[in-house]
């Protein structure tokens, strides 16, 4: 158990629709990460917060978006659903001394 | 910009047997590189990582990784594999230093292994 955790475990939805992810980082960690899985593109790094602030930003859909609260857990904003964004997503945590970075469990998207 | 290659795509190994993984890498600076498994079904897990130093690092379940510098290269190995080795294994590579910037990690496309009993 990497202490990162992340729902729902699974999302079944329609195109068109919009869904939210959440993650929640290990006790400490100020830096939040988001990664999507899917079986074309590999592990892409989609964005980056600490403290509360976007730090850096990947390969992200316009689509998408992401926010850090003040208790430091994030949700991961899903909207306009295609078919193509069925995946899984991943949160990862890290803390400002290294660069390790612990995975949460994922959340598997399915759009039909 | 930085890249993660990992040329097998999948390898059976018998159990028992030693198994290699390769990585290659391609970076700007001197990277922080590590190794991560996904079992089936699961999330990632740190195997081991290597910052500075000793260049034979140790890590879980009994995998270590070397880093040569001279071949940007971090291959896993271990010396004899399991039937719960069985997963998918990624290398990545990512800033030594916490930067402003941001931090995100390059992955490789991952190697599936597959253990034969």
């Known amino acids: 158990d990497s202490g990162v955790t992340q729902t729902p475990k699974h999302l079944i939805t329609a195109t068109g629709q919009r869904v939210t992810l959440r993650c929640s980082p290990r006790?400490?960690?100020?830096?939040v990460y988001w990664y999507q899985q899917s079986l074309d593109q590999g592990l892409q790094f989609l964005i980056q917060?600490?403290?509360?602030?976007?730090?850096a930003k990947g390969n992200i859909l316009e689509r998408f978006s992401a926010q850090q609260f003040p208790d430091l857990h994030s949700e991961l904003n899903l909207s306009s659903l295609e078919l193509g964004d069925s995946a899984l997503y991943f949160c990862?945590?890290?803390?400002?001394?290294?660069?390790?970075?612990?995975f949460g469990p994922g959340t598997r998207l399915t759009v039909t | 910009a930085q890249s993660v290659t990992q040329p097998d795509i999948h390898i059976t190994v018998s159990e028992g047997a030693s198994l290699e993984l390769r990585c290659n890498y391609s970076?700007?600076?001197?990277?922080?590189l590590f190794w991560y498994v996904q079992s089936p079904g699961q999330g990632l897990q740190l195997l081991l990582k290597?910052?500075?130093?000793?260049?034979l690092v140790q890590g879980i379940k009994g995998f270590e990784a070397e880093f040569k510098r001279s071949q940007s290269s971090f291959n896993l190995r271990k010396p004899s594999v399991h039937w719960s080795d069985a997963a998918e294994y990624f290398c990545?590579?990512?800033?030594?230093?916490?930067?402003?910037?941001?931090?995100?990690?390059?992955f490789g496309g991952g190697t599936r292994v597959l253990v034969k009993p």
């Open positions: 990862a945590s890290s803390r400002t001394s290294e660069n390790e970075q612990y």
């Open positions: 006790s400490g960690d100020l830096s």
């Open positions: 917060y600490y403290n509360g602030e976007e730090r």
């Open positions: 970076y700007g600076a001197t990277p922080y």
């Open positions: 290597y910052f500075s130093g000793d260049t």
């Open positions: 990545a590579v990512g800033p030594r230093i916490f930067k402003a910037a941001g931090n995100k990690l390059t």
